[in-house]
Every structure is written in C-alpha cells, then in structure tokens.
C-alpha cells in the first residue's frame, strides 16, 4: 500500500474511532505511547551504557580476558553443536 492510499485509510479510520469515546481512551494510550518511545532514544538506560563502557575500558586497559569471535564460535560448537 502507497503512502497516499494509507494515509486515506487512516484518515477514514480516525473519523470512526473518534466518533466512539471508547476508542479514543485507547487512540489517545497509543499517541502516548509513540511520543513516550519518540521521547526516548533508547530502550537501554544510561546506567547500562555506564556498566558497557566500564567493561570496555577494563577489555582496553587489560584488566580483562575476551575472547574474539573466532574463539567463541568454536567454544560454542563444541558446546551446543552449532
């Protein structure tokens, strides 16, 4: 469906739903929802972000052991079989 053809539809839908006040509760939780998530950049809290980059500069400052991918790929077939 082309955006034009979409945008008729919604525009034919909302004139429905806000006819009904049932339906509105409901528009107005999904509009609060979509500017909430616009609102936020990321599902991920900044504490987490702080936890990564701690363990990324431990990795880089060699207080850490990693392994790289080809090491945890071959741990991971001789574990699961994949």
């Known amino acids: 469906m082309e955006?034009?053809?979409l945008r008729h539809k919604l525009i034919n839908q909302f004139q429905t739903f806000i006819e009904d006040?049932?339906?509105l509760e409901v528009?107005?939780?999904v509009f609060d929802a979509m500017t909430t998530f616009n609102n936020t950049n990321s599902f991920?809290?900044?504490e987490h972000y702080k936890i990564v980059e701690e363990r990324r500069q431990k990795k880089i400052n060699?207080?850490?052991q990693g392994k790289n991918w080809e090491e945890a790929?071959?741990?991971l077939q001789q574990k699961y079989g994949f």
């Open 21 to 23: 006040d049932s339906k």
């Open 44 to 46: 991920v809290s900044e």
């Open 62 to 64: 060699g207080q850490t």
């Open 73 to 75: 790929k071959i741990l």
């Open 27 to 29: 528009l107005s939780g």
């Open 3 to 5: 955006a034009l053809e």
